[in-house]
């Protein structure tokens, strides 16, 4: 209920400074809840749900709630931080660097890459005028197989 900040110890470390800048940045204030749960999803490739990352902050000693977990994802969510993936009955979160960039979503591992758009979105713009619709480039993504699962299916079937 009360402020996270209240109670937040002053570390002036590298990484906490920088993940504190990375809120403040988009937006967002910097709350112990936020870090926290910032710094334990941004080194993953894979997209982790809510419950997921609940038991890896319980792990590391943060005692979290699932209801303040659930906040703190969809607010970084909303911030731009974080790229909100719709599975199969659960969201799952990624970091998202700044920028257009779109997201190729392996359907085999589940390993989710960004590709930068170099072309600025062309095929977006191309959407958007032809279709009818405006398509968000942040949230562009692109299923399909990503070549360490392509290589070791090429392994399995080939002998
Ligand atoms: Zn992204
Ligand atoms: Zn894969």
Sequence with gaps: MGPDSATAPCEPRGD???VAAR???AGLSPT???RQVLEAIEHRQRPVGAHE???ELARRGHGVGMSTV???LSALAEAGLLHAFAGDGETRYRLCTAGRHYHLVCRRC???REYPA???GAWLDRIAAEADFEPDPRKAEVQ???GSCLRADRNGTDG
Excluded: I, K, W
Aim: a neutral charge.
């Design 110 to 112: 589940g390993t989710v």
């Design 144 to 146: 399909g197989v990503c």
């Design 118 to 120: 170099d072309d600025d």
């Design 16 to 18: 906490a400074d920088e």
């Design 32 to 34: 112990r809840r936020r």
């Design 70 to 72: 659930y906040r703190a």
């Design 23 to 25: 809120l403040r940045s």
């Design 53 to 55: 990352l609940y038991v």
